[in-house]
């Protein structure tokens, strides 16, 4: 009896994992976010003091918890609800997953094509930190920055294989509507 319980429960939380694992984009929830960036970017542009609450640290700027984050800090949360709602979408924090996984996605295709090697960066890291002519500030400065550069590469460039996948054919038009072309 003691067995059948305990596999029970074994059972019961194998299944909640996958119920709790990141879905996959979709191509529906890729062409929402398409028809919907229009409308929100030019809320978000309205709102003053919104571009004052972002992360202090880069790498948490890029997380739909910060997003959010902001929204919430600067008071704006319930208005970016209401036109985020307005647009088919069931709360900021859908959207802002969904944007994420965008924009992960995108970038991870974008370092695939361009080939970044993490090892290269590295290599250059290095030569940095034994260059002794470049003057122990300006190492410093420049240290920080590629590993905080290298930093936000590792953690954009994982997306998924069936993010980028879904998000490939609605390329062209995701750059230019964020105008990175």
């Known amino acids: 009896m003691l067995w059948i319980k305990n596999s029970a429960i074994v059972l ?24 919907s960036i229009d409308a929100i970017q030019q809320w978000a542009e309205k709102q003053e003091g919104l571009d004052d609450k972002m992360p202090e640290n880069t790498n948490e700027m890029f997380s739909a918890e910060a997003m959010v984050a902001q929204l919430k800090a600067a008071g704006l949360y319930n208005d970016a609800k209401n036109i985020i709602q307005d647009n088919g979408f069931d709360s900021p924090e ?11 996605a995108m970038i991870s295709l974008e370092m695939d094509k361009e080939n970044v090697n993490a090892k290269e960066i590295q290599a250059q890291l290095d030569q940095i930190k034994n260059n002794p002519s470049i003057p122990a500030e300006q190492k410093e400065m420049m240290i920080n920055m590629m590993q905080s550069s290298m930093s936000m590469m590792e953690q954009m460039s994982n997306a998924p294989e069936a993010d980028k996948a879904a998000l490939k054919p609605f390329l062209p038009q995701i750059k230019k509507k964020l105008d990175t072309e």
């Not at 859908?94 to 992960?104: E, R, V």
């Open 94 to 104: 859908q959207w802002a997953d969904i944007q994420m996984k965008i924009i992960k």
């Open 12 to 35: 019961l939380l194998f299944i909640a994992s996958f119920a709790n694992a990141e879905q996959t984009l979709t191509g529906k929830q890729i062409q929402q976010w398409l028809n």
